[in-house]
């Protein structure tokens, strides 16, 4: 399960590292386009996390707690 969730994470990353400004640009309001960076930032950095923290064998019950709140914070935002 883990190498599975690893290998999800990496492609992921992989997959969503770049934003697409025109697309989102042709769907939305120009001035949203800092915060969809910012949030687009915060995710992958987020993952990222969880992949070293995986690779590293640290993944436990309380971080995905915390990845949840953080989630959570950030769409309050």
Known sequence: ATQQMEERLTNFINENKEIDEYEVLAHLPHDSLPIIRFVHHQIIEMARDC???????????????????????????
């Not at 992949?51 to 935002?77: G, N, P, V």
């Open 51 to 77: 992949l070293q923290k995986a690779q590293e064998k640290l993944i436990t019950s309380r971080y995905f707690y915390e990845m949840t709140e953080s989630l959570e914070h950030l769409l309050m935002e």
